[in-house]
């Protein structure tokens, strides 16, 4: 029995610093697991960054060895960090940026640490965790061998709106959840660059992905079949087409439709398809602007609106739509409530928009 414990720990050990030396290997970025995987930009302070957060109440607990593992010079330990008044975050890959620069500001994290810190496990995982109480284990703070406490639940996600399977989850766990907007973006429509068609209307965007309309010609462009790509169930910017766009018109099966999992490998597909114009997929406008860019797309303007930030402030702009911070309701007035009543706040506010986002306020 003692061997067999002795051994567990010797494949825990060497699994953790697996774990590890793959992140330190990176210069700046974290490994490519979870949202990472949907990003290709760096994601750094910008050079007019500013502290904003003094004597934060949200902070990091009680840090210990965890264990130790072998470097060519000896042993080197490595260590576990409570979350203390600090939330475990969990979220969307577009809302990477944003809880970066909350580890900024609050824990003063260099780029690289806050980026490594940021790893969101991707909307649907990050809505079961916060619904289960399960943690988000993806969390390490590199320049100190630090984990973060892996027992600890998500407290708070941010994350798009949540999809029907995601609300009927929480009701079967009797978990009530608080969805409360937090920003502006955009849910946008990119096609390749060259095709020549600018603007759909939001009829002809609902009559594509439905079926009923199959050719670019019939919405003013070449004689080309339309290539439409989708997202799979459950993904963020699925769920906003569902909701926001189509609104109860069924869409065409994934068998009969191109179906990206991935933001990425979406952008990708619009972007290369045989090196032609004849494709159309969905995004956010963040997303396409930071976090994954791609010279090849461009965005369609939608009922004859561009989503500009002043036509989202305004909401002329037909798909404007929110990030949301996501709390338990019984948290309310715990660590994940709190956090969520500080990112409502003039100063939650101002790193919010600081990180590239459009603020409330």
Same mark, same amino acid.
């Given at each position: 029995?003692k061997?067999?414990?002795?051994?567990?720990?010797?494949?825990?050990?060497?699994?953790?610093?697996?774990?590890?030396f793959?992140?330190?290997? &990176?210069?700046?970025?974290?490994d490519?697991?979870?949202?990472?995987?949907?990003?290709?930009?760096?994601? &750094?302070?910008?050079?007019?960054?500013?502290k904003? %957060?003094?004597?934060?109440?949200?902070?990091?607990?009680?840090?210990?060895?965890?264990?130790?593992w072998?470097?060519p010079?000896?042993k080197?330990?490595?260590?576990?960090i409570?979350f203390?008044?600090?939330?475990?975050?969990?979220?969307?890959?577009?809302?990477?940026?944003?809880?970066?620069?909350f580890?900024?500001?609050?824990?003063?994290?260099s780029?690289?640490?806050?980026?490594?810190?940021a790893?969101?496990?991707?909307?649907?995982?990050?809505?079961?965790?916060?619904?289960?109480k399960?943690?988000?284990?993806?969390s390490?703070?590199?320049?100190s061998n630090t984990?973060l406490?892996e027992?600890?639940?998500?407290?708070?996600?941010?994350?798009?709106?949540?999809s029907?399977?995601?609300?009927?989850?929480?009701?079967?766990?009797?978990?009530e959840?608080?969805?409360t907007?937090?920003?502006?973006?955009?849910?946008v429509?990119?096609?390749?660059?060259?095709?020549?068609?600018?603007?759909?209307?939001?009829?002809?965007i609902?009559?594509?992905?439905?079926?009923?309309i199959?050719?670019?010609?019939?919405?003013?462009?070449?004689?080309?079949?339309i290539?439409?790509?989708?997202?799979e169930e459950?993904?963020g910017?699925?769920?906003?087409?569902?909701?926001?766009?189509?609104k109860?018109?069924?869409?065409?099966?994934?068998?009969?439709? $191109?179906?990206?999992?991935?933001?990425g490998?979406?952008v990708?597909?619009v972007g290369?398809?045989?090196?032609?114009?004849s494709s159309i997929?969905?995004?956010?406008?963040?997303?396409?602007?930071?976090?994954?860019?791609n010279?090849?797309?461009?965005?369609?303007n %939608?009922?004859?609106?561009?989503?500009?930030a002043?036509n989202?402030?305004?909401?002329?702009?037909p798909?404007t739509?929110?990030?949301?911070?996501?709390?338990?309701?019984?948290?309310?007035q715990?660590?994940?409530g $709190?956090f969520?009543e500080?990112?409502?706040?003039?100063?939650?506010?101002?790193?919010?928009?600081?990180?590239?986002?459009?603020?409330?306020?």
């Open positions: 029995m061997k067999k414990m002795i051994f567990t720990a010797c494949i825990f050990a060497a699994a953790v610093f697996m774990i590890f793959n992140r330190r290997n &990176e210069t700046g970025e974290p490519r697991t979870g949202s990472w995987s949907q990003i290709n930009q760096s994601v &750094e302070r910008s050079k007019n960054w500013k904003i %957060v003094e004597d934060s109440q949200f902070q990091l607990g009680e840090r210990r060895v965890k264990g130790s072998n470097v010079n000896g080197e330990d490595y260590y576990e409570k203390g008044t600090y939330p475990s975050l969990d979220g969307s890959t577009v809302a990477i940026p944003m809880a970066a620069e580890a900024r500001q609050h824990l003063g994290l780029d690289e640490d806050a980026n490594d810190f790893s969101f496990s991707t909307t649907h995982i990050a809505y079961e965790n916060l619904i289960t399960a943690p988000n284990t993806l390490i703070i590199r320049s984990f406490d027992s600890h639940p998500v407290d708070l996600i941010i994350a798009t709106e949540p029907d399977e995601e609300i009927a989850m929480a009701e079967k766990e009797n978990v959840m608080i969805v907007p937090v920003c502006y973006d955009a849910f429509f990119i096609t390749h660059k060259d095709n020549v068609v600018e603007n759909l209307t939001t009829e002809q609902q009559k594509i992905y439905s079926g009923e199959t050719n670019w010609k019939e919405v003013g462009g070449k004689n080309q079949k290539k439409a790509y989708q997202r459950n993904s910017s699925q769920t906003a087409m569902e909701n926001m766009v189509m109860g018109i069924p869409m065409l099966p994934p068998n009969l439709i $191109k179906v990206a999992a991935g933001m490998m979406l990708e597909a290369e398809y045989e090196n032609s114009q997929g969905y995004t956010y406008k963040y997303y396409i602007d930071t976090l994954y860019k010279e090849n797309i461009k965005v369609l %939608v009922d004859g609106v561009s989503p500009e002043e989202l402030r305004n909401k002329t702009y798909f739509t929110n990030y949301y911070g996501v709390i338990r309701k019984e948290d309310e715990k660590t994940g $709190k969520l500080w990112m409502l706040s003039q100063e939650g506010q101002d790193c919010i928009e600081q990180a590239g986002y459009i603020p409330l306020k």
